[in-house]
């Protein structure tokens, strides 16, 4: 089985433009992949100078479809929940995604997504379930 490369990924989170509107960072990871990266000011936020929950639930998404991204799977959200431990306040320093397939399956694939600090501070975690709609690349 092909799997894209890092490159590749990346160019797929660039494609989202909704990743850029938010000016959420791509950064490449030592494993091949990448992972999101915010540094919240007013932009993200909602009255309480908090990241706005959207813009969590946004990343911890487009991460976990980019983690299908890898398997050379191309997915759209079937469903999506998240919990919420700690504000990432406009002062917090940078957050950053880390998700998991737990389930690669032909059709569907489950995953989870830990928005966390350098620090290993968990702010949120996500988990979604995915439809398998093709391949990025033909075998």
Do not use: W
Not at 100 to 128: F, P, S
């Amino acid at each position: 089985m092909r799997k894209p490369t890092q490159e590749q990924i990346i160019e797929f989170y660039h494609a989202n433009r909704v990743i850029d509107f938010l000016e959420v960072e791509v950064v490449p990871t030592p494993d091949g992949e990448a992972r999101l990266e915010l540094c919240a000011d007013n932009r993200h936020a909602n009255l309480y100078s908090m990241a706005h929950g959207g813009v969590l639930t946004t990343m911890a998404d487009t991460a976990m479809g980019a983690k299908c991204l890898a398997l050379n799977k191309k997915v759209v959200t079937i469903s999506l929940t998240i919990e919420f431990m700690h504000a990432v306040m406009t002062n917090t320093p940078r957050v950053f995604t880390e998700a998991t397939v737990l389930h690669d399956g032909r059709q569907t694939m489950v995953c989870e997504c830990k928005i966390l600090d350098a620090k290993g501070k968990l702010y949120a975690k996500a988990n979604a379930t995915f439809f398998v709609i093709g391949k990025l690349l033909d075998d």
